[in-house]
């Protein structure tokens, strides 16, 4: 019986500070949760800013590229007439 006396004055305790030690281990990881969350957006936003610069340099080489393709194939038919 001393046993379950003791369990529930440690859980009244235990209710009781509760709130008190959530409040002080919040207020010391709320502001190491924001930094982490700001430094999170600013890693995104520079991985966001190279990934657009690379699509546009991609986009850039494939437009060459198609550009180059037709430029080609202007020139074969013409080269071909001369051969005959």
Do not use: C, W
């Not at 001393?2 to 709130?19: F, K, T």
């Not at 995104?44 to 590229?65: P, Q, W």
């Not at 180059?68 to 080269?79: F, L, N, S, T, Y």
């Amino acid at each position: 019986m001393e046993a379950v006396i003791g369990g529930v004055v440690v859980g009244a305790v235990v209710a009781v500070a509760a709130p008190s030690i959530a409040s002080g281990i919040g207020s010391v990881l709320r502001p190491m949760a924001k930094e982490i969350i700001k430094g999170g957006l600013v890693a995104y936003a520079a991985v966001s800013e190279m990934v657009s610069e690379t699509g546009e340099h991609f986009n850039d080489i494939v437009a060459e590229a198609k550009a180059e393709i037709e430029h080609h194939d202007k020139k074969m038919p013409r080269a071909k007439a001369q051969q005959a």
